[in-house]
Structure formats: C-alpha cells, structure tokens
C-alpha cells in the first residue's frame, strides 16, 4: 500500500509561474511533513518541512500548504526559475521506538521553461 | 557536521560480478536507509537498519543484501549483477527524534556492463 501519493508525475511551468505539487497521505500517526529537492546526479536535498499542527509555512518563494482533515499537503513555488528545475518527493514520517520511518512519494519531475 | 558519504561515486561492474556499496552516516545517526533510483524514477525502498538491525526490507530480490556495523555505516551488496541493477543507489541516515529529516548522501552511481 502507497502511503504517500504524489502528483503530477511531471510539471512543465513558465518562468515567473506558479508551480504546484500535491501529495496525499493515509496515517493520521504521520509527525512530520517534509519536500526534497534533487538535482540530476545529486542526493535529494531538504528543502522546507511542516508539521501536522501547522497548516501553512513559507520559506522565500516556497510554500507548503498543508490540510489536516484532508489528509493533503502540498509544494507551492512562486516565481518559478529554470534553476528551481528538478525532481521533488514529498514525504512523511513517523517515528516507531527512536527510529525514524520515511514514507516517500513518487516524485514530480519540474521544468521551468525560460 | 560531516555529511554523509557513499563510497565509490562511481562504479562500473560486469553482469554476473558482486558488488558492496559503502554508507557512512552523519554522526550520531543510527538509522540508515537504502534506496535504488533508476533514471526518471522515484526512490525505491531497499532496506532500513537501526542499531545494526534490519527493520524493514523493499520489494527487491534476495540478490540485494546489506548489513549495519556497530558504529552505524552501512554497506550493502549486489551479487550475480544484471543489467537492470544499473542505478543510482542512495542512502539516507536520520536521528532518533521526530520531526527530524532524512540526510542523504551523493549516491554511488553502478553502470553494469
């Protein structure tokens, strides 16, 4: 079973655009909420996280927006760059006796076209 | 803080050859997670380790195996290698805290020929 599911699977967006990624969630145990970011070639990096008590945060041009009773949360990207183009994977995570289990989604693949 | 680090970057091996991937975690981390990326793919889940145990292993056939030292690095180990093994192979260690995050290392990248 998919805990985490993520569309779209690709996003092609203007330069100045808004890009928007949605990831749905099952476990209501989930504690943490976080979005990486992974250039070709390169490990996913962190990009900005949230937690379920939380319901938006914003950090620079990227905002998480994230719905509790929906079991929703999602990736807003303002401004959209061509440098902003990578692969993006939700996430949740929950922890089970000090051990922390990632619950990644599939990925969405943006281009920001100039 | 030193990241953490996969040794080799890059490994070019023979169908039919083995091969062990090395995963030094950050400090203080004992959890370590493998993943395999193919191109255009998302990270699919290897296997998981905690305090040298397995807790959780991915869909893969047991031609994939690993293990977890007492001072936390992981190595994991392809053997009989086919040519659909070629990928990206990720590893990733977090702390024992919620709403921590999940670091990753540059991956080791396995061409088989």
């Known amino acids: 079973q998919q805990q985490v599911k993520q569309s779209p699977q690709s996003l092609i967006v203007q330069k100045g655009g808004i890009s928007i990624i949605n990831c749905a969630y099952e476990?209501?145990?989930?504690?943490?909420f976080p979005w990486y970011q992974q250039f070709p070639g390169k490990g996913p990096a962190l990009l900005i996280a949230?937690?379920?008590?939380?319901s938006e945060k914003k950090e620079g041009r990227f905002t998480i927006s994230f719905n509790k009773s929906a079991k929703q949360f999602s990736l807003h990207i303002m401004d959209s760059q061509p440098g902003d183009s990578a692969t993006y994977f939700c996430?949740?995570?929950?922890?089970?006796?000090?051990?922390?289990?990632?619950?990644f989604g599939s990925g969405t693949k943006l281009n920001v076209k100039p | 803080k030193a990241g953490v680090t996969q040794t080799p970057r890059y490994l070019i091996k023979t169908r039919g050859q083995q091969v062990t991937l090395s995963c030094s975690p950050i400090s203080g981390h004992r959890s370590v997670s493998w993943y395999q990326q193919t191109p255009g793919q998302g990270l699919q889940f290897l296997f998981e380790y905690f305090s040298e145990t397995q807790r959780n292993k991915g869909n893969f056939p047991g031609r994939f195996s690993g293990r977890q030292f007492s001072n936390s690095r992981s190595e994991m180990n392809v053997s009989t290698l086919e040519l659909g093994d070629s990928a990206l192979y990720l590893c990733a260690s977090t702390a024992d805290r919620p709403g921590t995050e999940a670091f990753f290392g540059q991956g080791t990248r396995l061409t088989v020929v």
């Open positions: 949230i937690r379920p008590d939380v």
């Open positions: 476990n209501t145990a989930f504690d943490y």
């Open positions: 996430a949740a995570t929950i922890l089970i006796y000090n051990f922390n289990k990632f619950y």
